[in-house]
């Protein structure tokens, strides 16, 4: 595996005002833009393909970050500036022909984590894997189950937060329309295939939505 998507499509509605002039990726976090932290990292773990899906104010981000040669890496952009918003599966879908054909990783670009990237990973029977933390006092009652090593839609089973990270083959997404679809229905229809493992993290992982968890992590350095 050697491709990753970074998701920077969103409007960072939760940032304003700190996202009126500038898309949420390109916000600082000690000292350098949040999606560097993230190409940094996947640099360093062996990945060499970023694909990056933009949308508000997104002709900014390929200004910043150019073509990936500054970190030894190829950057693909995939463009959403002058259509409805996607969503996230409608993001990944139509970034789909730029992803290969082998397992991919994808991560929220705004988060802040320091999840092991892994290029050797391999789909254990299953079409995605995703990555669950404990949850955050935004989101209290979590996202989904793990029953037996698999992402379960169980709300009679202690649930986790979804981090925004995951490992998928592209047939994960075989079949999906184009356009903006509901996240959590979507995977929730896989798991009920069976399809879908996943594993609870519990290391360094926050969702740096909103000003104020921003100036948190910033205060911290």
Not at 26 to 55: D, S, T, Y
Not at 112 to 135: C, K, M, Q, R, Y
Not at 182 to 189: A, F, G, H, R, S
Request: hydrophobic share 40%; charged share 25%.
């Amino acid at each position: 595996m050697d491709t990753a998507m970074i998701l920077a499509a969103g409007k960072g509605e939760r940032m304003r005002p700190l996202t009126n002039t500038i898309p949420k990726p390109l916000l600082e976090v000690r000292g350098k833009p949040l999606i560097v932290h993230h190409i940094e990292r996947l640099a360093a773990a062996g990945f060499k393909r970023i694909v990056i899906n933009i949308a508000y104010l997104g002709y900014m981000i390929p200004e910043a970050l150019g073509d990936g040669s500054k970190w030894g890496v190829e950057i693909f952009y995939s463009d959403e500036q002058h259509e409805e918003p996607l969503g996230v599966i409608g993001g990944i879908v139509k970034a789909l022909g730029m992803l290969g054909d082998e397992t991919f990783l994808i991560i929220s670009g705004d988060v802040w984590t320091d999840f092991p990237f892994d290029t050797e990973f391999e789909l254990p029977a299953s079409l995605g894997h995703l990555i669950l933390v404990p949850n955050p006092e935004h989101n209290p009652e979590g996202d989904f189950a793990i029953e037996e090593g698999r992402a379960a839609c169980d709300e009679d089973e202690e649930n986790y937060t979804f981090s925004g990270i995951g490992y998928y083959a592209p047939k994960f997404f075989w079949g999906l329309t184009y356009g903006n679809k509901p996240l959590k229905i979507t995977y929730c229809t896989k798991m009920a295939g069976n399809l879908v493992s996943a594993e609870l993290y519990e290391g360094e992982w926050r969702d740096i939505g909103t000003p104020e968890r921003l100036q948190l992590l910033n205060e911290e350095n």
